[in-house]
Nanobody, 127 residues
Framework: QVQLVESGGGSVQSGGSLRLSCAASGITASRLHMGWFRQAPGKEREGVAGIDNDGQTTYVDSVKGRFTASRDNAKNTLYLQMNSLKPEDTAMYYC?????????????????????WGQGTQVTVSS
């Protein structure tokens, strides 16, 4: 049984930092493409960051230079370090697992390409 469990969300002030974690079980995260998505109320789900099996990372333009995706293969855990947070980063954040190579196919931000999803963790940034 595949499980992705996110943690690390919370409430911070603008300019603050949070680190999200996504613990995977039932799959080997290092063999897949792992993605971070977010969805704010009334908005569509958005791909935030992805890390492929070869370690290649990619980001949506709005978070480049502020967010960093990483992976601890020994712990089978994905991370999203979020710095310089802005109120517009407020959303429910989800991790997802999909087939390796999504980065190179250009479809890493397409949610339907992912097979497994976590339950999400809320991030709230106040001004």
């Amino acid at each position: 049984q595949v499980q992705l469990v996110e943690s690390g969300g919370g409430s911070v002030q603008s300019g603050g930092s949070l680190r999200l974690s996504c613990a995977a079980s039932g799959i080997t995260a290092s063999r897949l493409h792992m993605g971070w998505f977010r969805q704010a109320p009334g908005k569509e789900r958005e791909g935030v960051a992805g890390i492929d099996n070869d370690g290649q990372t990619t980001y949506v333009d709005s978070v480049k230079g502020r967010f960093t995706a990483s992976r601890d293969n020994a712990k089978n855990t994905l991370y999203l370090q979020m710095n310089s947070l802005k109120p517009e980063d407020t959303a429910m954040y989800y991790c997802a697992a999909g087939p390796r190579g999504l980065h190179w196919s250009g479809s890493w931000s397409t949610g339907t390409r992912y097979s497994w999803w976590g339950q999400g963790t809320q991030v709230t940034v106040s001004s």
